[in-house]
């Protein structure tokens, strides 16, 4: 004998209740082909500028200098060189006679909001610590074309690299990778890349970032199947264990973006030290949220970061 689904129920209140939960079941499912939809609108919050200039945003003529290079899909990404405090270069050639001078070099990866403009204060603090500071700002973002993705954002990773160690003969050892937030993912992804092809950074810095994307949106929306639904996934607690060079994380107690548990997690995967037996190191911020770091706890940031950068010398 074949079953039959229940009948919706008769009376007035029974009918009253199906159509309730037809009415939810109906509202759920449409928030959750939305923000399937949706889930790049949401997770990448560029700010657009027809440009950005040095000097407008606060920063000394000499010390700043404006970099392009080209991705694999032809598109012109700009950024910044800024050289450390008390140098300055009038033109690209004065540029690589600093760069020839050996000092660790930044490689700087944002966060998903913004425009390289929005980190002065950031990069200032480790242009302070004596490291030359490259950073470009993603496809989309600031005065750059294109839309970024997981996948376009990895290859601007690449780009970046090469721009460094080929157009600027930058040895990979002298490269610190930093990455913020989300861009602790991009920087994460091409830490293991490089460490798998045997040209491995000089260190790998972190602020804030997260095991994957997926667990950060579990946390926020725990009523949603968002680990099913998310195409951008960012498994840096997956490709972690392949970094070979010196870790170092910071991440703010009180963080309500990323939780501490999350960046906790990412950390516990990593190898406990280096191939040249540096050991990670995990730096917990008492008093900071997630972006409110160097206005809370500038002291600790700038000595962990300065403790990490004389091992690597």
């Known amino acids: 004998m074949n079953q039959s689904s229940p009948a919706p129920p008769t009376s007035p209140a029974g009918k009253s209740l199906w159509r309730l939960f037809l009415f939810g079941m109906s509202t759920y499912l449409a928030i959750v082909v939305m923000l399937a939809f949706l889930q790049r609108t949401l997770i990448y919050l560029p700010s657009r500028a027809s440009r950005i200039d040095s000097q407008d945003a606060g920063l000394p003529l000499g010390r700043v200098h404006t970099l392009t290079l080209r991705t694999d899909d032809d598109l012109e990404l700009r950024g910044w060189h800024l050289l450390p405090n008390g140098q300055s270069a009038a033109d690209p050639a004065e540029c690589d006679e600093q760069l020839a001078l050996g000092r ?53 990773a690449t780009a970046v690299w090469r721009y460094a160690t080929e157009e600027r003969r930058i040895e990979p050892r002298r490269l610190i990778l930093f990455g913020e937030s989300l861009g602790g993912g991009v920087a994460v992804r091409l830490a293991a890349e490089q460490s798998a092809a045997g040209a491995a950074p000089g260190g790998l810095l972190l602020r804030a970032t997260f095991s994957s994307l997926p667990d950060v949106a579990a946390y926020h929306y725990p009523w949603l199947p968002v680990r099913w639904l998310m195409v951008e996934r960012y498994p840096s607690v997956e490709r972690i264990p392949q970094v070979t060079c010196p870790i170092l994380h910071l991440h703010g107690r009180r963080d309500t973006i990323i939780p501490i548990q999350l960046g906790r997690r990412l950390f516990d995967a990593a190898p406990p030290q280096s191939g040249g037996g540096i050991p990670k190191r995990f730096v917990e911020l008492p008093a900071a949220d997630h972006n409110d770091i160097l206005a809370v706890a500038e002291t600790e940031f700038r000595a962990a970061v300065g403790d990490f950068l004389q091992q690597l010398r």
Do not use: K
Not at 121 to 141: A, H, I, N, P
């Open 104 to 156: 660790p070099v930044v490689l700087y990866f944002s966060g998903n909001a913004g425009h390289r403009a929005w980190r002065i204060e950031e990069f200032e603090l480790l242009t302070q610590l004596g490291c030359d500071v490259f950073v470009f700002d993603y496809r989309g973002y600031g005065d750059n074309p294109g839309s970024p993705s997981e996948q376009r954002l990895a290859a601007d």
